[in-house]
């Protein structure tokens, strides 16, 4: 198992150390690395979890290091469509110039989620409604998250081991505040699920910052890794491939 991930992960590294060397002066394009580690609930173990770790570089080739982050969540399956999360997590923004001054912005997060689930084969969509109480540099701020995201396996009707998809999701960011339009997120990825536990993404984000005055966009390269911890006797059907971010 972890030969096939390297044979694949390995081109990709090739790749992106290529892109750096060309991009990472003008830095029009950013990378982002995703690593999540989630135990699913089901109809027998509603209650489940996950933690994630990310980091992010504002040139390509994960040059110019800007911006980690960690956090963590506690779910609970109402039914294998409907699933109800609770997260917390810290956000750090640094100078990619100069590290050693430490982060420029702070943040701590909590968050309340709904998950909600269509399958429509062979494509499935999600639904996820997020509303978030945010710390940023010791200013309280509100936020509210839709995202539609969509799954399309490319060898097999579900996405199970063995299959390939692809998935590709636009998400709207609000606030309280005016403007009350914040950000918009779109993506689009190449994927494939080694069994129940393993799964990679490779693909393309773009972010789109709004402010009262101007707006600004940056692409992004995203790998995301992802880590499902199976418990015993666990209700066997299709789970969808999604990023907590």
């Not at 699913?40 to 911006?67: C, K």
């Amino acid at each position: 198992m972890l030969k096939n991930i390297t044979r694949l992960i390995l081109p990709l590294i090739i790749l992106t150390v290529c892109l750096s060397k060309v991009n990472a002066q003008d830095s029009k394009t950013g990378t982002w690395g995703i690593l999540t580690i989630v135990m699913p609930g089901d109809s027998v173990h509603r209650w489940g979890g996950y933690t994630e770790f990310q980091g992010r570089t504002n040139g390509a080739g994960f040059s110019q290091f800007q911006y980690y982050e960690a956090k963590a969540g506690v779910s609970y399956d109402i039914d294998k469509n409907f699933i109800a999360l609770l997260g917390t997590g810290t956000y750090h923004t640094y100078d990619y110039f100069d590290l050693g001054k430490g982060p420029l912005t702070n943040e701590f997060r909590v968050w309340e989620q709904m998950t909600i689930n269509q399958f429509l084969t062979p494509l499935k969509f999600e639904h996820r409604y997020r509303v978030e109480q945010r710390w940023v540099n010791g200013d309280y701020r509100n936020r509210f998250r839709y995202r539609l995201n969509m799954f399309v396996p490319l060898n097999n009707k579900k996405i199970v081991a063995k299959t390939w998809f692809l998935s590709v999701f636009d998400e709207i960011f609000f606030t309280n505040e005016v403007p009350n339009f914040e950000r918009n997120r779109v993506s689009a990825a190449l994927g494939y699920q080694f069994d129940k536990k393993w799964i990679l993404q490779a693909g393309w984000i773009n972010q789109r910052n709004y402010t009262p005055v101007t707006s600004s966009a940056k692409n992004n390269m995203m790998f995301t890794l992802m880590y499902r911890i199976n418990r015993k006797n666990t209700a066997d059907h299709e789970r969808l491939p999604t990023t907590n971010d």
